[in-house]
């Protein structure tokens, strides 16, 4: 949940006014998001979602970001489409922050997962990866194999607050996934953060993904196992093979998956829980206090990363 | 700011199947209020907003403040109507918390209060209060003189840490107002927290007030003298004479106020300063660590209590 920035009365009527949005009539800070500030708008127009991106997101990848949405969007593709202002642009400016309108989805993020939810999600992403395909810009994952290392030294000398052996552990997995990591898999735009938050539903259908800023370029089977981290997992951190099945099965229906991607599957799911492991160790350890957010338990991914060495091959996720 | 309860899938949708509201087409945490959690919600019917009435609110006085927004609806008076389930109630339990559902009132809070704003809010409070006059239920005001002592004790110990000299200066100011607090006045219905972020506008009209939680019986001239303190000053804390004159006479012009009532002012105006310095100084010394609500300053209210000391009589605050 985040509202970091306080709007004042003058700088979004200004701001507005660069839009042909009709008026405003009603303003609201969501607890959307934990990396920008958000807000519903509605207008005589419509609904739209004002997001005011913080520190956090680099200003020179939104023209991707948002060229992405757009991209997808014009592909049917449902996700929130950013609205251009009278000069055409649809990123700005408002309270010394990038911002941009984007128009609001209808549907529900779902707080748990349900198997059903795991097979809409597999074609889903699927058809977001061929949707994509032929995209323009090009991001590289700023949160990949090469910035483990430097972002696990960055909380090593602390991560025994955590568990007393953890440094040590990630220490040896990291060395596991140099190793290991796959160098040469079918690539493409990924979401790269396709947590159930992101994802919404309405009635028996995915209505479409939003929060698309980590999305960038990378193995399409990396989208994935991030997917069966996010997804296939109970509250008490077991491994739910139906709802992993469906979800694989679901993906492969819609885009043809090699035996490269299968094989890697498990080595990919390690790296996710270590790239999500990392980024929560580092932000527990380090979020100020009385911090509006409240900072996710890296545990949650240690016990995945544990479930995925454990794992012989790609058949533990449910695949014939 | 808050969002405290999550509500799960299954009881989201089990509350719903007890209203005529259509399908759900989304529901996000909103960013207002600081004592409930809130949820803005669409339906096929409509937009809507869910509260769940956190511990701060005492249950037994949910009857009061939604037959309040009911009876002020009825009389024409602009503010969320709660919608009754099928069963004809709309006060019932979620996540073991009461909760009620009412309807989304389109407008804007000022981040700063206007002049104009000041007018329309002082006719408009006029109003309220009229319309309030014949509301069947009462509620005594918790937060009123004889409140404030039992509250002043559970922060004098540690009052200093905020200003040195606080202790003391509440206890004089407390002497003072026993002494001096009015005993008979035009009593009614107050909303008694109305501050700029509880009205909303509309273009150039007021389009309604919201949050009614602390709303009770009490004088009419103390609700006035609670909307000086929270409109009349600017963010430097001086005040501001002409938004109070324009805030006083738009509400004289709209019901009849007596001598006493405005020779009262200056006291009352000292009390309401006093009740918000109050709570402000406990929350301040109370608040857990990475709550998610930042507590406001309470020494704000200190410098509005100095200036209503210094007062010599109503014409301090623009009255002809």
Redesign the interface.
């Known amino acids: ?1 985040a ?1 970091y920035t ?4 003058e700088e979004l009527t200004g701001f507005l006014t660069q839009y042909d949005l009709g ?10 998001g934990v990396e920008n500030s958000n807000f ?1 708008m ?1 207008t005589t127009h419509g609904t739209y979602i004002l997001t005011l991106y913080e520190k956090r997101v680099r200003a020179e990848d939104l023209p991707f970001f948002l060229g992405l949405m757009h991209h997808l969007s014009g592909k049917g593709f449902a996700c929130p489409l950013p609205v251009a202002g009278k000069d055409g642009e649809s990123l700005r400016e408002l309270c010394g922050r990038p911002a941009a309108i984007v128009t ?1 989805l ?3 993020s ?3 997962a349900l198997p059903d939810h795991c097979r809409l999600l597999g074609e889903a992403l699927a058809r977001m990866h061929i949707a994509g395909g032929d995209f323009a810009l090009r991001r590289d994952n700023s949160l990949s194999l090469a910035d483990w290392r430097p972002l696990f030294e960055r909380s090593r000398a602390r991560a025994h607050e955590v568990r007393p052996d953890l440094a040590e552990a990630l220490e040896r997995e990291l060395d596991h996934l140099d190793a290991a990591w796959p160098r040469d898999l079918p690539c493409g735009v990924i979401h790269a953060d396709l947590f159930p938050d992101n994802v919404f539903f ?2 028996e259908r995915l209505s479409g993904f939003i929060d698309f800023y980590f999305a960038c370029n990378d193995f399409y089977a990396y989208d994935l196992a991030i997917c069966l981290n996010a997804w296939c997992f109970e509250r008490d951190n077991a491994f739910n093979v139906t709802k992993a099945r469906l979800l694989l099965n679901s993906y492969r229906n819609a885009r043809a998956v090699d035996a490269a991607e299968l094989e890697a599957l498990p080595v990919l799911a390690r790296g996710a829980a270590v790239r999500f492991l990392l980024t929560r160790l580092y932000d527990w350890l380090n ?1 100020p ?4 957010v ?1 900072p996710k338990d890296p545990l949650e991914y240690w016990d995945k990363l544990r479930f995925h060495q454990d794992v012989r091959g790609p058949g533990a996720y449910g695949l014939d």
């Open positions: 949940m509202v306080e709007v004042s009365d008026d405003l009539t009603a303003f609201k800070g969501i607890a959307e519903l509605r609001f209808d549907g529900l779902p707080r748990r309405l009635s979020h206090e009385g911090a509006l409240k």
